[in-house]
């Protein structure tokens, strides 16, 4: 018989047992819920391709932004506000836009004048929405503007003026007495750059070489490290005949480190504490947690007698892209941190194929792609630019931007080179990943987040919330912008305010209003309102990760003969010899390609100057109409009709004015020619529907066309915050294209919205400067395929 003392200490056993599993699991789901509370909102990237890196004042600075969602990596429809500004070296911003995203992609200009000199300075683009998040989602690149006048004063970096910034990492963030260490060595220059290939060491207070390295061509590599306490040691490199010096501090008496090794198709993580740290926690519970920004497993672990434990992951369970490996203590501090990339899942396309032909001064370009279906919705951006130039030095392409820079902390050099799919490209990667240290997600940031509290909200264009002096009923009608059409908005007697929402006033557009006194028919007072527009000032980005400078590295040989005038002043210029084989389709010929069984007539400059009143054109037009002066109404008959209603259907922008007999389109009498774009109208009663037996007027308002008339019943307001107009990039004039200016930092074109035609070709007219060229392709389509590809084309095969 099992005594009482037994029974009792067993019943403890199991609760013991079961009151240690609870506090894991609450451990575990404490982390889980902390990590989902932080990343349930959702996240946007912002990627930008720039012409060039290196300017000449005088030129345009063209380039595309894509914006993706930052969890599946694909165009992000939603948005459609995004920020773009320029500034100094003192963060001060010069100059700014506010553009229109449509399908994730925008695209503009920035002119390099006078009010940006010789210098260094920042590009940034970014949403208001990721305001709201400490991350480096936002794209940040430096870039530099030089003087051709004064080129021959930039010298060389010499090697005795540069400043070495050399730095030992341990894998996961520490390095631990007792135990071997991966460590990572990095070593940088003042600008940024790595020290290329150059060879080192690691050396004890004795001399005694420990370990040697040679670093690689972004100035990193790694090696095996085994401190023992009391003995100092330092890592040194050398680059010629000077010899760079660092002391290893900060090695831990007591510590766990960690190495992440890539084999086959598993990634092996070990753990491993020194005899110091396994006494201090023996038996103590762990947590490694696999994330990625969006998702996390986590496993709790407890190391094992001789203070090593082993974790295989299946590639095939990692997450695509970056992974996120951190280890957590017995009270949840993250004290190990790694990150892991895993290509698999990522889609490529390329460009396969490739043909040129010479047409008298221009070079026709046909490129076959692969992975890119014509018929769902993409986007090509192309620098064109000089075999030998200078000028196109990116830290990322699209493909790091999204997939890295997000993740890190610091930046990023020859991010292209990452995705070339080698063994060599994978190696330099981990290595990158390895120096890191922690990722850019902070933990003690994810523990104290509220998700309930967002500051910046989410933008798609200008809403306008007309506030109403006073009860107003009756009808507003809203005039249209150059993007958007006439609203009319019909108040009772309670309402207070009416909302217009997702504007995109451009520079030149004015917001217009016009009121009808449904009580008193007529225009006859100016609405009394008040708008106020949200968003109503440019948004400022103060967060920004460290991006990597610019610096020349050779001189530049000028020829004074060049003739180098501002991109912008050959506008008209450029149009005026601009030649095409193709036929031009006119906007009238479209049109009326479109009105199967109806006419168009687009409104000529003429008749807009005149500002002939609406009612009075639709005569010439075969309508009968009548306006009433005292009472401010207007009637539309059509006189073909024997039977029925002869009152055929209006439409203004596309918005239904009448549906019977009786209506009254006083509403129209505000309208002059000078605010109408084209009229579709049809007289039969074909194509109208079933209520459209006495036929259709369909008008469409003037977006661009600002009407001299001044109407009484219309109040104009300015707009405090514009979007702005998308304009063409020009390529400056040069006089000659020989020389090694040009090579270096000249400009043959930039084409930032390109895409491919049914067979999967995309063409290309190149002007012929008699040299050859290099073709920097950067793009997306809708489903997450990527597309970064240099290609040389040789004039002469």
């Known amino acids: ?7 009792a200490l067993r019943f403890l056993f199991i609760l013991l047992f079961f009151s240690f599993n609870s506090i894991r699991a609450q451990e575990l789901s404490e982390i889980l819920d902390y990590y989902s509370n932080y990343t349930e909102a959702p996240r946007e990237l912002v990627y930008a391709h720039l012409n060039k890196s290196t300017y000449i004042e005088g030129e345009m600075l063209g380039f595309t932004a894509y914006v993706f969602d930052k969890s599946d990596k694909k165009l992000s429809m939603m948005t459609k506000n995004l920020y773009c500004t320029i500034s100094d070296e003192n963060g001060t911003i010069i100059k700014q836009k506010l553009l229109r995203v449509e399908n994730g992609v925008a695209s503009n200009i920035f002119e390099i004048d006078s009010t940006l000199n010789s210098g260094l300075f920042t590009f940034k683009a970014y949403t208001n929405w990721m305001r709201n998040f400490k991350e480096n989602n936002h794209f940040e690149q430096t870039f530099k503007v ?12 010499k090697v005795e003026d540069l400043e070495i910034d050399l730095q030992i990492l341990g894998e996961g963030g520490h390095i631990v007495y007792d135990i071997p260490n991966i460590v990572g060595i990095i070593a940088k220059n003042q600008y940024g750059l790595g020290i290329k290939n150059a060879r080192g060491s690691i050396v004890d207070e004795s001399g005694l070489v420990i370990s040697e390295f040679q670093l690689n061509e972004v100035g990193i590599a790694k090696v095996v490290f085994t401190p023992k306490p009391g003995i100092e040691y330092h890592s040194q490199i050398n680059i010629g005949d000077i010899s760079i010096k660092k002391d290893i501090e900060g090695i831990k008496p007591s510590g766990i480190n960690m190495s992440v090794n890539n084999l086959g198709q598993n990634v092996i993580v070990k753990l491993e504490a020194n005899n110091l740290f396994l006494k201090q926690n023996n038996n103590s519970n762990f947590k490694i947690a696999l994330h990625n920004g969006n998702e996390i497993q986590i496993t709790d672990f407890v190391l094992e007698e001789d203070g090593k434990i082993l974790f295989s992951y299946p590639k095939a369970n990692l997450f695509s892209g970056m992974n996120i490996l951190t280890v957590f203590n017995d009270t949840n501090r993250p004290i190990l ?5 895993n290509t698999s899942g990522i889609r490529f396309a390329s460009i396969r194929d490739i043909e040129s032909k010479r047409r008298n001064d221009s070079i026709d370009i046909k490129l076959s792609l692969n992975g890119i279906d014509a018929s769902t919705f993409h986007n090509i951006s192309v620098s064109i630019l000089p075999e030998d130039t200078k000028s196109y030095g990116h830290p990322n392409n699209i493909l790091s931007q999204i997939y890295i820079q997000p993740y890190v902390t610091g930046y990023i050099e020859k991010g292209e080179s990452y995705f070339k799919n080698t063994r060599k490209s994978n190696y330099d990667l981990d290595l990158l990943l390895l120096t890191q240290g922690w990722s850019s997600y902070n933990w003690n940031e994810i523990f104290n987040y509220d998700n309930n509290v967002f500051i910046h909200p989410f933008e798609r264009g200008i809403d306008a919330v007309v506030n109403l002096n006073g009860k107003k009923p009756g009808t507003y009608v809203v005039y249209p912008l150059e993007n958007s059409s006439s609203q009319i908005f019909t108040l009772k007697d309670d309402d207070t305010e009416f909302t217009v929402k997702t504007l995109f006033p451009n520079e030149d557009d004015l ?3 016009g009121y009808i006194d449904t009580r008193n028919v007529g225009f006859n007072k100016k609405p009394s ?3 106020q527009f949200y968003p109503s000032k440019f948004s400022e980005y103060a967060w920004s990760y460290k991006s990597l400078s610019q610096v020349l590295t050779s001189e530049i040989e000028v020829n004074n003969l060049i003739s180098f005038g501002k991109a912008w002043e ?3 210029q450029l149009n005026e010899v601009l030649i095409t084989t193709t036929k031009q389709y006119s906007r009238a010929e479209k049109l009326k390609d479109k009105a199967i069984n109806s006419r168009v007539d687009i409104i000529g400059e003429n008749i807009k100057s005149r500002n002939l009143r609406l009612d009075l054109y639709l005569q010439r037009l075969g309508f009968v109409t009548q306006y009433d002066y005292f009472s401010g109404t207007l009637s539309i008959t059509n006189p073909r009709v024997n039977w029925g209603t002869n009152v055929p259907l209006v439409y203004l922008d596309n918005t239904l004015l009448t549906t019977s007999s009786t209506s009254d389109f006083g509403l129209l009498s505000f309208l002059t020619m000078g605010d109408v774009d084209y009229i579709e109208y049809e007289l039969y009663g074909i194509g109208g529907g079933i209520r459209g037996q006495a036929g259709f007027i369909k008008i469409y308002t ?9 109407n009484d019943n219309v109040n104009t307001y300015d707009v405090p915050l514009r979007f702005s107009k998308n304009k063409n990039f020009y390529v400056s004039k040069y006089s000659y294209y020989n020389t090694s200016f040009y090579n270096e930092y000249g400009t043959i074109d930039w084409k930032p919205k390109l895409n491919i035609n049914e067979k999967g070709e995309l063409n290309l007219k190149v002007f012929n400067t008699n040299n050859n060229f290099k073709l920097f392709f950067e793009g997306t389509t809708s489903d997450g395929i990527l597309l970064s590809q240099e290609i040389l084309v040789d004039i002469n095969n």
């Open 1 to 7: 018989m099992i005594s009482f003392k037994t029974l």
């Open 146 to 157: 030089i003087d051709a006048d004064n080129s021959r004063n930039i010298k060389p970096v």
């Open 337 to 341: 941190e790694r990150l892991f990339f």
């Open 511 to 513: 917001f217009r209003i």
């Open 529 to 531: 309102v008040y708008p």
């Open 570 to 572: 050959k506008e008209e």
């Open 702 to 710: 003037s977006r661009t066309y600002k009407s001299s008339n001044k």
